[in-house]
C-alpha cells in the first residue's frame, strides 16, 4: 500500500481528519480531531532513523551508564507482567544492550531481545551474555531470525512505540508474536502528562526529533483495542528529579538565550558545550539543584496517573496468531 495513503489514516481509530498542532525541531506536529491522538505529520523517510540508530554508539553508552539503575525498573516492569502470565518466553522489541533481558534472566523468563543499535546489540550479546538479534521491525525480517509467531508468552517495548511509522501496524506483529493470551506491556512519554500541558511543544522529553507519535493513554488504549488487545489497565510514572525542568520552563517562556547566559554561554544554540554548561550549572548552584531534583510533586502527580511516563499492559484476544 502507497506509503503516503497508509498515513493518512488515523493508527489509533482510523479517521482522516487531521489539524495542524505546532512546529518543532523542523517538523510539524498534528492532530486527529476522531480521537485526539498526536504525530509528526513530516517524518524522516523510511529507514532514515534506522540508519542512525544502528550506529549510535552514544545510545549505547547512555544504556551503559543507566544500567544498574534501570535493572531495578525492568523489575518493577517484570512483576507487572507476572501478575496476568506465567513466566515463560519474553520478547523485548527495542532491548537496547539487554537490561531488561538481565532482569527477566534473572527472574526466569527464557528471553530474547532485539534492537536496531549494533553497539548496543553486541554490548549485550559479548559481556552480558543475551540473546538479542539486531532486526527491524518488519514480519520477514523477524521470521528470518526465528521469532516465530505465537512463539511469545510476553512482549515487552520499553520506550519504542512511540518511534514507529507505523505503530498500528507493530501492534499486529506483537498480536501475531504472541500466543493465545499473552501480554503486551509498552512504555512511553505521556502526552496528557502535567508536563505536557504546561510546557507543550517545549516539553523536551517526550518531543524529539525521533518521537514520531505522541500518545496519551485514551489513543494508545484506543490502537490497542482495535488491533485485538484487552486492555488490562495502565499507569503513569514521575520521577522527583528532572533535570529537563529548568530548560523547559525557560523555552516555554522565550527565555532560552537568557539561561544560555546564566550557564556562561553567550549566544548560539543549546548544542554540546552548551548542554555541558547546563549540566554543571544545575550542579553547583544550589537553587537550579533544589529545583532540578526536589520541587517536582512525583507521588502526587503520578497518583493523579498525570506522570510523563505512560506503562499499558493488554492482552491478546481473539483467535488465531
Known sequence: ?????????????????????????????EECRGCGFQRMADPPEPGELDGFYSQSRQHAMEAYQEHEKNLGRFHKILERIEKVVPRGRILDVGCSMGTSLVAARERGWEAVGTELCVPAAEYGREELGLD??????????FAQEGLEAGSFDAVLMHHTFEHLRHPDRVAELVRGLLREGGVFYTAQPNHACLKARM???CWSYGVTPEHLNLFSPRSLKMLLLRR???????????????????????????QE????????????????????????FLTHRRIPFWISNCIWPAKLVSALRMGQDLHMLARKVGGGA
Open 228 to 254: 485485538g488487545f484487552k486492555v488490562l489497565g495502565y499507569e503513569t510514572w514521575s520521577d522527583r528529579r528532572d533535570p529537563r525542568l529548568i530548560y523547559d520552563l525557560m523555552r516555554r517562556l522565550g
Open 132 to 141: 538479542i538479534r539486531v532486526t527491524s521491525l518488519e514480519e520477514g525480517a
Open 199 to 201: 510546557f507543550g511543544a
Open 257 to 280: 538565550e537568557r539561561l544560555l547566559r546564566w550557564c556562561g554561554i553567550e549566544g548560539g544554540d543549546f548544542d554540546a558545550k552548551a548542554q555541558e554548561a547546563y549540566v554543571a
Open 1 to 29: 500500500m502507497n506509503e503516503r495513503v497508509e498515513r493518512s489514516h488515523c493508527p489509533a481509530c482510523g479517521g482522516k481528519d487531521f489539524f495542524p498542532l505546532f512546529a518543532m525541531w523542523d517538523h510539524t506536529y
